[in-house]
């Protein structure tokens, strides 16, 4: 195990960042050249020589693409056998647990594509893609590495079932792998970008997280994704070639929103509670911005509410679409792009997509404390600038009523529970 500040060669380790049960990868300043670098150096305790990190170095110099990560040198150091590569600022596994827009999901399921199907035309089976395999550049620069596993597809194929097992392919996992257990695997690492989630076996579909994702790209897309997926190889893209084709001609295709009226938009259930939803709608839906449906009851909720006024069920819009153009990971509610915080559950801060900021005709307040003043929307319960509680009370407009234990406004005549704290509402 290296220490920071030690000396090999011509690197000065400057910290590790990941330990794996093969090597170990630590991030190092060139003292000759004056550039930081990625140093990949396989632990002492493996007994196997170096023919898989010669076999990684080899296959990655014969690849040169923009989207595959670049070896800067090989050698052997004090005994240590030594990859330098570029070093980047975090892996997509990283990336992922994060606020994403869709439109930088979508450039960074392309860069992927664009990688694998470049190392498929030279012949080329990763054996490993998986989240933690993809490095990311400034500018969003996403790259592949790790090729330890790869094969080189010829007539005769012998290869194990090497690779990450939540993303490995039914025939790779029997020693047979092929350019369509690539496919499988890239499918499963785009929908866990666009769904935030990671179906498991056996596949069935829809998988876990579908309606978030065909909430967020076209149908075609959608499409893409379930056949790149399939258990049969047979079923799938013959390769990374055919699947980047099918994924720049399903993007190419605008999103037809469809908008309905509102007694469509009403779910089927008793006249009663139809009538009821309506007559809310009539008076409240522009205050509340109730533009979804529970996904309990089904009945009219915004995101901004913690819970289903109707039912009571928590967080009632997750996984819907949202007018925001980005998604708490935490929450699934929608958030700005110039959002520092989740205003609605206190999330982590997210990473800034840039320095742009997004006025919006919602914003009606100002944060109370002085060292930030920045605006807010009705309902917000988080400052999405500063992170302090919004100790304002938020009223409904057209309506007087108060819940007894938070304070806020409610619809009395309408609601079973406060939106906002789930105390049960008294009509009385």
């Not at 000759?32 to 080899?58: C, D, N, T, W």
């Not at 590495?145 to 939540?166: C, E, M, Q, W, Y």
């Not at 302090?388 to 619809?411: E, L, M, P, Q, Y």
Request: charged share 25%; proline share 6%.
């Amino acid at each position: 195990m290296l220490k920071a500040r030690q000396i090999i060669g011509k690197y000065r380790i400057l910290g590790r960042i990941a330990t794996g049960p093969l090597a170990d990868v630590y991030r190092a300043q060139d003292t000759i050249q004056k550039v930081k670098v990625a140093l990949k150096i396989p632990k002492s305790s493996y007994h196997m020589g170096h023919e898989e990190f010669l076999h990684e170095v080899r296959v990655a110099t014969k690849l040169r693409h923009p989207n595959i990560l670049a070896v800067l040198n090989a050698s052997y150091i004090d005994k240590l056998f030594v990859i330098a590569m570029e070093l980047g600022d975090e892996s997509l596994a990283d990336r992922v647990k994060r606020r994403m827009s869709t439109t930088s999901a979508l450039d960074l399921a392309g860069q992927a594509l664009a990688a694998m199907a470049h190392a498929h035309e030279n012949k080329i089976i990763h054996c490993d893609i998986k989240p933690e395999n993809f490095i990311l550049f400034p500018d969003n620069q996403l790259r592949l590495a790790d090729f330890g596993f790869a094969k080189l597809n010829l007539r005769t194929l012998k290869a194990s079932g090497s690779g990450t097992v939540d993303y490995m392919a039914p025939e790779q996992a029997m020693g047979r792998p092929k350019f369509q257990s690539d496919v499988f695997s890239l499918g499963l690492v785009i929908y866990r970008l666009l769904s935030g989630q990671l179906p498991d076996w056996p596949f069935d579909w829809p998988p876990v997280g579908f309606d978030r994702l065909a909430a967020r790209v076209s149908p075609e897309l959608v499409e893409v994704l379930r056949n790149a997926i399939q258990l049969d190889p047979k079923q799938r893209y013959r390769d990374a070639v055919q699947m980047h084709d099918a994924f720049i001609k399903a993007r190419s295709h605008k999103r037809k929103q469809k908008r309905s009226k509102l007694n469509k938009d009403l779910p089927r259930g008793t006249a009663w509670r139809r009538l009821q939803w309506r007559e809310f709608q009539t008076h409240f839906k522009q205050a509340l911005e109730t533009n979804h449906s529970c996904r309990k009851c089904e009945g009219p909720v915004s995101e901004s509410m913690q819970c289903c006024p109707w039912c009571g069920c928590d967080n009632p819009t997750k996984a819907s679409a949202s007018r925001m153009s980005s998604c708490c990971p935490r929450c699934e509610r929608g958030v700005k792009n110039d959002w520092d915080y989740c205003a609605w559950c206190y999330g982590p801060g997210f990473v800034e997509e840039g320095s742009r900021s997004y006025p919006d005709k919602r914003y009606s307040a100002r944060c109370q404390s002085e060292r930030c003043r920045g605006p807010l929307m009705p309902f917000m319960r988080y400052c999405p600038w500063c992170h302090k509680k919004v100790r304002r009370v938020w009223k409904i407009k057209g309506s007087r009523d108060s819940c007894k234990s938070c304070n806020w406004g409610i619809a009395r005549d309408y609601w079973n529970y406060c939106a906002w704290c789930r105390e049960p509402v008294s009509r009385e």
